[in-house]
């Protein structure tokens, strides 16, 4: 079992940053940040691997920054530029390798772990 503990999320004016953090009790391969807006499906936003490489949703390139540090096993989101549709719910996930990647669907469903979310959101 892996707990995991988001926090770091807020208010904030379009154009501001935030910076997101996910604590977890212990190393998983695989982790990344999911987000779901109301009335919306769960959409994955950046992922990465146990070698550090990293994956992101369209939206997200160019804009947020995903990170870890391995020694505290905390996970991180540094999210600049942010606009109004960046407004959700932010999941952290934990998953391990499958065929030997992190590759997961959009939705996260083979994600083995969640955290409880922090709130974000951005306002005109």
């Known amino acids: 079992q892996a707990q995991l503990v988001e926090s770091g999320g807020g208010s904030v004016q379009a154009g501001g940053s935030l910076r997101l953090s996910c604590a977890a009790s212990r190393y998983t391969s695989c982790m990344g940040w999911f987000r779901q807006a109301p009335g919306k499906e769960r959409e994955r936003v950046a992922i990465i691997d146990n070698g550090g490489r990293t994956s992101y949703a369209d939206s997200a390139k160019g804009r947020f920054t995903i990170s870890k540090d391995n020694a505290k096993n905390t996970l991180y989101l540094q999210m600049n530029s942010l606009k109004p549709e960046d407004t959700a719910m932010y999941y952290c996930?934990?998953?391990?390798?499958?065929?030997?990647?992190?590759?997961?669907?959009?939705?996260?469903?083979?994600?083995?772990?969640w955290g409880q979310g922090t709130q974000v959101t951005v306002s005109t």
């Open positions: 996930a934990a998953w391990g390798l499958s065929g030997g990647y992190c590759a997961i669907d959009s939705t996260g469903s083979r994600a083995n772990y």
